[in-house]
């Protein structure tokens, strides 16, 4: 069998760095996205026996995204997953009455505009294999019906940007499955809980391992699985 070629971005640290990990335990080469790649992460991912490089890329940086890219098809020719884990929570997020719309900005290049470039820079090398699994990281927060639930605690976290850039991904998510429905291409989003990252705060009650495992879950579905879903621990998150 090939070895599956994998990009994770934001993989030098928190969820993706954990993704990148399981995806390399499982046999994957695994290319750890970075916005300044000084070689650590895949130094300590080697050690323990994984085939891991690092690339250069930002983002919220086109050319860094589709030099990315040309590194990938040089050297792989295809990418057979991909993770869009790179997001933010931008300093000062808050509720509709009060937050900067600079901020709102600030979480939408990042968790939006940048998951979308990347994408489109990568569909292509994605469109060269069989059976590319696309993994956008989203949140329980980006869940209008959770959020929504006065009862759910995501109802009194009050992040605009946030919230609603991940609901935007969740709508990526949808859109794209539909656009390779057939491909064998499948985009699903997965809500990796709230764990102990520098984003989900330290106190956070789970571990950055089992948030990425319900990442790699979606970036190894079979064959029949379903794409365009919101997958979390062992089921599945109302949009
Ligand atoms: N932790 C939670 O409780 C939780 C809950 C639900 C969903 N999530 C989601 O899980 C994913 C990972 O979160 P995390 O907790 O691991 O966050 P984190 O510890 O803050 O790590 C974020 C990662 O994204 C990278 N990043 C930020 N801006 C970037 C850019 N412009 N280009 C490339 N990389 C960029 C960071 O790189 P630098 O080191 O260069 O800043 C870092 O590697 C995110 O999508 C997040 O929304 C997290």
């Known amino acids: 069998m090939t070895t ?3 990009l994770v971005t934001g993989a030098n640290r928190g969820i993706g760095k954990e993704i990148a990990r399981q995806l390399g335990q499982l046999g994957h080469t695994v290319l750890v996205g970075a916005r300044t790649p000084d070689g650590t992460t895949a130094a300590e991912l080697a050690a323990e026996g994984i085939d891991a490089r690092e690339v ?5 940086d086109q050319a860094s995204i589709e030099a990315a890219a040309k590194e990938i098809e040089a050297g792989h020719g295809r990418l057979d997953v991909l993770v869009n884990n ?4 931008p300093p000062g997020d808050n509720g509709v009455p ?3 719309l600079d901020v ?6 990042t968790n ?17 294999t069989e059976q590319a699994r696309i993994v956008n990281v989203s949140s329980e927060l980006g869940s209008l019906t959770s959020v929504g639930d006065p009862a759910s605690p995501m109802s009194e976290m009050r992040m605009l940007g946030y919230n609603s850039s991940k609901a935007a991904v969740n709508m990526v998510t949808v859109m794209l499955a539909n656009d390779l429905r057939g491909t064998g291409i499948l985009v699903n989003a997965a809500d990796p809980g709230n764990c102990q990252t520098e984003m989900g705060g330290w106190d956070a009650p789970r571990t950055p391992a089992q948030g990425a495992a319900v990442a790699v879950a979606a970036a190894t579905l079979g064959a029949d699985a379903a794409t365009g879903g919101f997958h979390t621990d062992g089921g599945t998150l109302s949009w």
């Open 86 to 89: 790179a997001a933010i929570i």
């Open 98 to 100: 009060e937050v900067g």
């Open 4 to 6: 599956k070629i994998a």
């Open 104 to 109: 709102l900005r600030e979480a939408y290049e």
């Open 56 to 60: 250069r890329l930002d983002v919220r």
């Open 112 to 128: 939006v505009i940048g998951l979308v470039a990347v994408t489109q820079s990568m569909l292509p090398l994605l469109r060269k």
